[in-house]
């Protein structure tokens, strides 16, 4: 019986199937057990659920000394951070493409979408990294349903201030922050503004 099976129909573990497979974790870890060994093999070559157990758990042991007894390849460390780190950019980039959409009221990427991207920058960077800013702003504005934002254009117009900056400090030379921001000014006729902008992005990518 496979363990998917066992935890669908959790009634056919028994309390000597759960004593005896604590038993297991003990012995594989070379602990001491309640049982004695030879009563531990009886139940496990007699018990379907036991014996499949058995076998997943000596696949995980096996697994667990061959990763402890591998030595890392050389700047494997240093590979696996440039990889986080690219992520973390990519990541960005696209948090700052969502505040975009929403200044320009565009339909942009579903909550679900966001919401899935959230939990990958926590995985890759920690709760605390996204507590600091501009994190936990923009994290917090790209989640904030159409509904509770302020009404009006001049709510509008702080809400919009409000997610340029952030987009622009999370992806300062990317090309989409910066043309949705020049246009945006254009569009609000802050055109001396918009020229101000384009001038600094240019000095930027040199």
């Given at each position: ?20 497979r ?48 591998a ?51 926590l ?12 994190w ?49 000014l254009e569009?609000?006729g ?17």
């Open positions: 019986m496979s363990m998917t099976l066992e935890r669908v129909r959790p009634a056919l573990l028994t309390d000597e199937c759960r004593a005896s604590q038993d297991l974790c003990r012995l594989a870890v070379g602990g001491v057990t309640q049982w004695h060994v030879a009563d531990l093999a009886r139940h496990a070559r007699g018990c379907r659920p036991c014996a499949a157990w058995v076998d997943g758990l000596a696949v995980a042991v096996g697994w667990l000394e061959r990763m402890g007894a030595t890392p390849s050389a700047g494997l460390e240093d590979l696996a951070e440039s990889a986080r780190q690219a992520l973390l950019r990519e990541l960005a980039a696209r948090l700052a493409r969502d505040l975009l959409d929403d200044v320009a009221r565009a339909p942009g990427r579903p909550r679900a979408a966001r919401q899935v991207d959230a939990r990958r920058l995985a890759l960077a920690g709760a605390r990294a996204l507590r600091s800013e501009p936990r702003s923009a994290l917090r504005l790209a989640h904030l349903p159409p509904r509770l934002r302020p009404p009006g254009e001049d709510a509008h117009s702080v809400f919009r201030g409000v997610a340029l900056r952030l987009a622009s400090r999370l992806d300062p030379l990317g090309l989409d922050v910066a043309l949705g921001h020049i246009a945006i569009r609000t802050q055109r001396a503004q918009a020229q101000r902008e384009a001038e600094r992005m240019l000095s930027l990518v040199g």
